[in-house]
C-alpha cells in the first residue's frame, strides 16, 4: 500500500484544529477540587473525558480508568503498541501572556495556549495519525492504544492507576519531547533543603516575615516574593538601588517586594532565571534577622546561578547522558519552617543519591524524598531506527541524531518504549513558559511522521 502521509493529513487539517482548540480551552491545571469523581481535579478529567469523547464519535472502543486516565484502541491483532500522552498542563501565570493561556490564538502561524506543545497539540498528533490510517483501510497486524493521563505533571498517578488495571503494551512511543527521537531518560529526584531555624539572638534592622516562590517543582520560578518588616522608606530605596545596578525586574510595595525572572522547564533549568534566588541575594544585602539571614545566605552560597551543582559538589558529566542539573522550583520561609523544593536529573552512572545523603551543609537538612531510574532503549534497537527513519523521510534531516534527555516521559512506563516528538531541531523550546506555542505547519509535520511510523510497526 502507497500512501503520500503529507497529502493524507492535509485532509484531516481542519477537523484536527478544531478538535485541538476545544480541548486547548480547557483549563486542565492540576486541581484543589479533589473527589473521586475528579482525583487530580476538575480541570484535567474535563480534558480526559473530552479527548476520549474524539474516539467515541469517530466510532472507536474508549474505556476511562479511575477517572484519571483512558484509552482510544484502534486496530487489531494480540500485539499491543502504546501511544501515550497527557492532557493535564502546569499552573500559568496569566500577567506574563500577551493573549490568554486557555484561549487559543494564531499569530504568524503559530498557535498560542497552554499545552499546546506539552502535550495536547502532540497527543491529539498522534491520534489523528492512527485515525488517518485506520480510515485508508490499512491492514493491522497490531492493536493501538492511545492512552491518555491526566497527571504527568505532577506525580504520574494516572499511569500507574491505568497500568494497575490494563494491558501493558509491549512497545511503543510518547509524543511528549522532540524530535528526532529521545532513546534515554536520565534518572530523576526530588529533595528539599529545609532551614534549622535557631532563636533569633541579636537585633537587626529588618526582619523576613515571608518568601514565596515558584509554582511547581518542575519549572524555574517566574516571579518571587517576600514580605519584610522594618522601615519601609529605607527598604524601598536599597531595593530600587539594588535593582538599577544589577539589571533586574522587579517592585516594592511598602513592605512587599517581589523579584521577576523567566520561567524554564526544570530537566533544563540554565534556560530560565530563578525569580528566587535573585530575589535572594538582594535579601542578604539587608541586615536581617538570624533565621532570615540564614536562609537567603544557604541560597546565595549554595544554590544560585548553580544549576549544574558545581557549589555543593554534586556536579557530574559524562558521555552518554551529559549533565546532572538542579532546578531549585519552589521556595518557601515562614516565621517557624523554610525550604527549598529541588528537582533533579542526572546521569544513570551518578550516585547521586549518595552524595546528598553524605551533604553537610550549616543549618540545613537534606530530604531525599523520590528518586527514579534512568531510562534506556538501544540506540540501535528496531522501534529507534524505525521511527528515526520516518522522520528523515519527512524532514531530510541526516544531521541530528536520537539523544538523551533530563526530562522524564510516559517513555519510562513502557517495557519499550521511548519518547518521539515534537518540538523540531533549531524550534524555540516554550514548554512550561508564558507565551507557549507550535506551528501549524509542525503539527501537520508531526501527524505524517507519526503516521508512517505506525504504518510502518504496526501494519507492514
Given at each position: ?5 503529507k ?34 481535579g ?62 487559543p ?67 511503543g ?46 519549572m ?11 522601615d ?43 525569580a ?115 522522520y528523515k ?14 526530562g ?53
Amino acid at each position: 500500500m502507497t500512501i503520500n502521509f503529507k497529502e493524507e493529513v492535509l485532509k484531516h487539517k481542519e477537523d484536527l484544529l478544531s478538535d485541538l482548540f476545544e480541548l486547548l480551552k480547557v483549563r486542565s491545571i492540576l486541581g484543589t477540587d479533589v473527589t473521586e469523581e475528579t482525583p487530580v481535579g476538575s480541570g484535567p478529567k474535563e480534558a480526559l473525558e473530552l479527548f476520549l469523547s474524539f474516539g467515541e464519535r469517530d466510532g472507536y472502543a474508549t474505556k476511562l480508568v479511575d477517572n484519571i486516565a483512558g484509552h482510544i484502541e484502534i486496530g487489531k491483532g494480540d500485539d499491543l503498541f502504546g501511544i501515550l500522552g497527557h492532557v493535564d498542563v502546569v499552573p500559568v501565570t496569566e500577567s506574563e501572556w500577551i493573549t490568554p493561556p486557555f484561549s487559543p490564538t494564531i499569530r504568524d502561524g503559530k498557535i498560542y495556549a497552554r499545552g499546546v506543545l506539552d502535550d495536547k497539540g502532540p497527543t491529539l498528533a498522534a491520534y489523528y495519525a492512527v485515525k488517518l490510517l485506520d480510515k485508508l483501510g490499512v491492514d493491522w497486524k497490531k492493536r493501538i492504544r492511545v492512552i491518555i493521563g491526566s497527571d504527568e505533571e505532577t506525580a504520574f498517578r494516572c499511569v500507574k492507576a491505568y497500568f494497575a488495571k490494563e494491558e501493558q503494551p509491549s512497545i511503543g512511543f510518547t509524543p511528549d519531547a522532540m524530535f528526532p527521537l529521545i532513546y534515554g531518560e536520565k534518572a530523576h529526584a526530588n529533595f528539599r533543603y529545609s532551614l534549622k531555624f535557631k532563636e533569633n539572638n541579636k537585633q537587626s534592622a529588618y526582619t523576613l516575615t515571608k518568601l514565596n516562590a515558584g509554582l511547581v517543582k518542575n519549572m524555574v520560578p517566574s516571579e518571587a516574593i517576600a514580605i519584610v518588616e522594618g522601615d519601609n522608606s529605607k527598604l524601598a530605596e536599597l531595593f530600587n538601588e539594588y535593582v538599577a545596578s544589577k539589571n533586574i525586574t522587579g517592585k516594592i510595595e511598602n513592605n512587599k517586594v517581589t523579584v521577576y525572572g523567566k520561567a524554564a522547564h526544570g530537566s533544563t533549568p540554565h534556560l530560565g532565571e530563578n525569580a528566587a534566588t535573585k530575589l535572594a541575594e538582594f535579601l542578604l544585602t539587608l541586615d536581617l534577622d538570624t533565621n532570615g539571614h540564614n536562609y537567603v545566605k544557604f541560597i546565595v552560597d549554595n544554590i544560585a546561578n548553580d544549576p549544574f551543582g558545581e557549589k555543593l559538589a554534586l556536579k557530574y558529566n559524562d558521555d552518554e547522558m551529559g549533565d546532572a542539573t538542579y532546578n531549585y522550583g519552589i521556595f518557601s520561609y515562614e516565621s517557624d519552617k523554610a525550604l527549598v523544593e529541588t528537582d533533579s536529573r542526572y546521569p544513570a552512572k551518578f550516585n547521586l543519591i549518595e552524595k546528598l545523603e553524605k551533604l553537610e551543609i550549616e543549618n540545613v537538612e537534606v530530604e531525599v524524598y523520590s528518586n527514579k531510574e534512568a531510562h534506556y532503549v538501544p540506540k540501535d534497537d528496531e522501534l529507534v531506527t524505525t521511527l528515526w527513519q520516518a522522520y528523515k523521510n519527512h524532514t531530510g534531516d541526516e544531521i541530528n541524531e536520537p539523544r538523551v534527555i533530563g526530562g522524564g516521559t510516559y517513555a519510562r512506563c513502557l517495557k519499550k518504549g521511548v519518547a518521539f516528538g515534537v518540538l523540531l531541531p533549531g524550534r524555540e523550546d516554550t514548554m512550561h513558559q508564558a507565551n507557549e506555542y507550535m506551528f501549524i505547519d509542525d503539527l501537520l509535520l508531526s501527524v505524517a511522521i507519526f503516521a508512517e511510523s505506525i504504518y510502518n510497526l504496526c501494519c507492514k
